[in-house]
């Protein structure tokens, strides 16, 4: 009896430590996609600026609340603006952006084909 | 026809770099960030400053005061720059002046503001600084006017006779 007991115990406190660590590995994804606005290049994972230790602790309670890793990014988006967020959303003023890299790989896909596969036909 | 064309080109390329390249060098590195974000006040329990007693930001913001939010710690060199023009601020009644005590210890704090003066109607204490975060704040010093639950200016850094006499000439 009592070993069951002491056997159900430590698989509880093993369970709650599963959980833990995915709370902890969601917390440092999203910290690692935040820049960091009062350092240079930096995310807020990677700062120990007061105000990335703040945002850290934020995004903790934010977690244990319940709230969804998209639902902590749109918060901070509304508070900080889009600019806090790593990956731009695709909007209007980020079309370009988006669309650069497909463009020349397009061109290049272009070039290539012209220059070998056309001349040698 | 070839080689020109070549050239053209290259020289082209060299020419747009340099110019972006030239402007960025001129731009501002410092980002300022857009003041059309969240205009409203967030709601939240903070811990009063001097006794620990439980203050609800529904109570403090009444609608049709103006109140100016500064957070603010006795750690930081800024603040007390800042400081002289709080106290003048203060001196216009029709502004309640908010102090976020911002991950600050209670004895250097009151101790800063017996040295300085307190122009502060309420204090919060903000521990962790989560708080600050949920007004969207990036450090201290940083000031927020409040009008009718809205956030209706925001000053990052500390202010200065200009955003003073700014600040007198909206609540006038």
Same mark, same amino acid.
């Given at each position: 009896?009592?070993? !069951?007991?002491?056997? @159900?115990?430590?698989?509880? $406190?093993?369970? %709650?430590?599963?959980? &833990?660590?995915? #709370?902890?590995?969601?917390?440092?994804?999203?910290?690692?996609?935040?820049?960091?606005?009062?350092?240079?290049?930096?995310?807020?994972?990677?700062?120990?600026?007061?105000?990335?230790?703040?945002?850290?602790?934020?995004?903790?309670?934010? !977690?244990?609340?319940? @709230?969804?890793?998209?639902? $902590?990014?749109? %918060?901070?988006?509304? &508070?900080?603006? #889009?600019?806090?967020?790593?990956?731009?959303?695709?909007?209007?003023?980020?079309?370009?952006?988006?669309?650069?890299?497909?463009?020349?790989?397009?061109?290049?896909?272009?070039?290539?084909?012209?220059?070998?596969?056309?001349?040698?036909? | 026809?070839?080689?020109?064309?070549?050239?053209?080109?290259?020289?082209?390329?060299?020419?747009?770099?340099?110019?972006?390249?030239?402007?960025?060098?001129?731009?501002?590195?410092?980002?300022?960030?857009?003041?059309?974000?969240?205009?409203?006040?967030?709601?939240?329990?903070?811990?009063?400053?001097?006794?620990?007693?439980?203050?609800?930001?529904?109570?403090?913001?009444?609608?049709?005061?103006?109140?100016?939010?500064?957070?603010?710690?006795?750690?930081?060199?800024?603040?007390?720059?800042?400081?002289?023009?709080?106290?003048?601020?203060?001196?216009?009644?029709?502004?309640?002046?908010?102090?976020?005590?911002?991950?600050?210890?209670?004895?250097?704090?009151?101790?800063?503001?017996?040295?300085?003066?307190?122009?502060?109607?309420?204090?919060?204490?903000?521990?962790?600084?989560?708080?600050?975060?949920?007004?969207?704040?990036?450090?201290?010093?940083?000031?927020?006017?409040?009008?009718?639950?809205?956030?209706?200016?925001?000053?990052?850094?500390?202010?200065?006779?200009?955003?003073?006499?700014?600040?007198?000439?909206?609540?006038?």
């Amino acid at each position: 009896m009592k070993f !069951i007991r002491i056997f @159900l115990i430590i698989s509880i $406190i093993l369970n %709650f430590n599963f959980l &833990k660590a995915d #709370e902890v590995k969601t917390e440092n994804k999203i910290a690692k996609n935040l820049r960091c606005l009062i350092c240079q290049g930096q995310s807020v994972y990677d700062s120990d600026s007061e105000f990335a230790i703040s945002l850290k602790l934020v995004i903790k309670n934010k !977690i244990q609340q319940g @709230l969804s890793e998209d639902q $902590i990014y749109s %918060f901070l988006k509304m &508070k900080y603006g #889009e600019w806090i967020l790593y990956d731009p959303v695709f909007n209007r003023n980020t079309y370009f952006l988006w669309l650069l890299p497909i463009l020349i790989f397009l061109a290049g896909g272009a070039i290539i084909l012209k220059k070998f596969i056309i001349k040698n036909n | 026809m070839k080689s020109k064309l070549f050239t053209l080109i290259l020289v082209l390329t060299f020419l747009i770099t340099f110019v972006i390249f030239f402007k960025g060098l001129k731009s501002s590195n410092i980002y300022t960030p857009n003041t059309i974000l969240e205009k409203k006040i967030p709601s939240f329990e903070l811990k009063s400053f001097e006794n620990n007693s439980i203050i609800i930001t529904e109570k403090i913001f009444k609608d049709n005061e103006y109140y100016f939010v500064n957070i603010w710690a006795s750690w930081c060199i800024p603040c007390k720059e800042e400081h002289k023009f709080l106290m003048e601020l203060k001196k216009n009644g029709k502004i309640k002046l908010i102090g976020f005590n911002y991950k600050d210890n209670f004895k250097n704090a009151s101790s800063f503001l017996k040295d300085l003066g307190n122009p502060y109607d309420i204090v919060v204490s903000d521990k962790d600084g989560t708080r600050s975060i949920e007004w969207g704040a990036y450090g201290v010093p940083e000031s927020f006017l409040v009008y009718q639950s809205k956030i209706i200016k925001r000053f990052i850094g500390p202010i200065n006779n200009e955003n003073l006499s700014e600040i007198q000439k909206i609540i006038k």
